[in-house]
Structure formats: structure tokens, C-alpha cells
């Protein structure tokens, strides 16, 4: 079994302001073993919140995954979330903002992704 890469070089910034014309984004910003990796939220408390978990997880001595970014304990959790899982949330958050014609783009291009890995992770059949 192998298994995926690990480390503890792990370096945690603060939460950066940004104000745009949309709204006010904020940004917790870190580097795991020279990747720089980055996620936006929309509160400044939600930021936070996050930044203190990946601090909490680098005083604990927990490893980082370098590829996602994260402690391998939330690393772990990404990874077990089915497709559809994915594609429902990402609909969810997407459908009530956006115009008709843009949900019709959203279906189909989820339908296309969908038959796709569908058809790359078909098996192969026993014969």
C-alpha cells in the first residue's frame, strides 16, 4: 500500500482584507513544504476560524498533506466525498445566484464531466 506524502514544514500567515466592488473577502493564506496555498471566505470570523485550525494542527505535530494543503486529518475527510456529493453542493451554492441561461450551462457541463468519469472509471468486464 502506498502512501501519500507528508510534512511537517508547515507556514501559516494571517487573514488578509480585500475589498472589492462585489464585497469584502477575506483570505487565509499558508505554505506546506514550499506550496502556497490559499482559501477565501466571506466573514472575517469563518477566516479565522479556519486559520485556527491549521494552527492548532501544526502545534499538535499533525502532518500536512503538501498537495491539498491540509492537516491529512481534514485532508482525509475531502477525499471521501463521492462526485455526486460535490456536484450537489457546488449546485447549491451556485443555482440561486445566477441567470437561466447560466443554470442551462451549469447542467450541461456537470451532465459532460459526469459521463466522462463515468465512462473513465468504468471496469473493465470479466470475461
Do not use: C, N
Amino acid at each position: 500500500m502506498r502512501h501519500a506524502p507528508r510534512s511537517f514544514d508547515v507556514r501559516i500567515w494571517g487573514v488578509s482584507k480585500y475589498k472589492g466592488k462585489r464585497g469584502t473577502s477575506y483570505t487565509v493564506r499558508w505554505r506546506v513544504q514550499g506550496e502556497r496555498h490559499q482559501r477565501t471566505f466571506t466573514t472575517a470570523k469563518l477566516a479565522d476560524s479556519f486559520r485556527s485550525e491549521l494552527t492548532i494542527a501544526a502545534r499538535d505535530g499533525r502532518d500536512f498533506d503538501p498537495r491539498s494543503g491540509l492537516p491529512t486529518t481534514l485532508a482525509k475527510d475531502r477525499l471521501e466525498r463521492t462526485w455526486y456529493e460535490h456536484a450537489v453542493e457546488f449546485i447549491q451554492t451556485k443555482w440561486p445566484h445566477v441567470a437561466p441561461r447560466h443554470r442551462k450551462g451549469l447542467a450541461q457541463a456537470l451532465a459532460a464531466v459526469t459521463l466522462a468519469f463515468q465512462q473513465a472509471y468504468r471496469r473493465p468486464a470479466s470475461t
